[in-house]
């Protein structure tokens, strides 16, 4: 299952992750985010103890939103060493968020 990052975890699992992370910045009221979530939720399964796969509401957690300037969602940000290594922006199909990740095991 994914994992809820929140303001206050959001540097212990994300930017001292030892393992690349993939978090999706979604909100209830988002359509597009209603799509993806299912998706990334079997990717956290797929890719359990290989990369860390979370998920931030935008509206409880605005603290990391602004910090990373999501205006759009769902938006999708890949990280590796706790740096930015990619991104997705809109909803698309699972197999361009698993190939985005798989870069990042590699």
Do not use: H
């Amino acid at each position: 299952m994914a994992l809820e990052i929140t303001d206050a975890n959001f540097d212990e699992l994300v930017l001292k992750s030892d393992k690349p992370v993939l978090i999706d910045f979604w909100a209830e009221w988002c359509g597009p985010c209603r799509m993806v979530g299912p998706v990334v939720e079997e990717l956290a399964k797929e890719y359990e103890g290989k990369a860390v796969i979370g998920k931030v509401n935008v509206d409880n957690n605005p603290e990391i939103s602004m910090k990373f300037g999501i205006r759009n969602i769902p938006a999708l940000l890949y990280f590796k060493g706790g740096e930015i290594v990619d991104k997705q922006i809109g909803a698309v199909p699972k197999s361009v968020l698993a190939e985005k990740l798989m870069k990042q095991l590699a």
